[in-house]
């Protein structure tokens, strides 16, 4: 079946910076809109990035706006979130997620295929 393995996130200090990773399997990655989401304790999986197959076009929250670059490497069927001015607020699980269409792409209901998710802490 359809994998997606998220790795790259970790404990990074205020102002630091880190670059997650999620590899897809058993798709046709371009035929996909790949998205980032975040999950933090008590709270709801929220959007935090999307980019179309191509990558022609992304979006992002406004709270990673300007800190943050979602990217796709096809041929290695990966998607990277690198975020930078890292934030405490930014610390939560972090997933990927497949979606078909670029439809509703900030909505979890669009997205097929999730990972099993990354930690981020960032320390004060």
């Known amino acids: 079946q359809v994998q997606l393995v998220e790795s790259g996130g970790g404990l990074a200090q205020t102002g630091g910076s880190l670059r997650l990773s999620c590899v897809a399997s058993?798709?046709?990655?371009?035929?996909?809109?790949m998205g980032w989401f975040r999950q933090a304790p008590g709270k709801e999986r929220e959007f935090v990035a999307a980019?179309?197959?191509?990558?022609?076009?992304?979006r992002y929250a406004d709270s990673v706006k300007d800190r943050s670059t979602i990217s796709r490497d096809n041929a290695k069927n990966t998607v990277y979130l690198q975020m930078n001015s890292l934030k405490p607020e930014d610390t939560a699980v972090y997933y990927c997620?497949?979606?078909?269409?670029?439809?509703?792409?900030?909505?979890?209901?669009?997205?097929?295929?999730w990972g099993q998710g990354t930690q981020v802490t960032v320390s004060a």
């Open positions: 997620g497949a979606a078909p269409t670029w439809r509703a792409y900030a909505s979890r209901a669009s997205y097929n295929y």
């Open positions: 058993r798709l046709t990655f371009s035929n996909y809109v």
């Open positions: 980019i179309t197959g191509y990558g022609e076009v992304t």
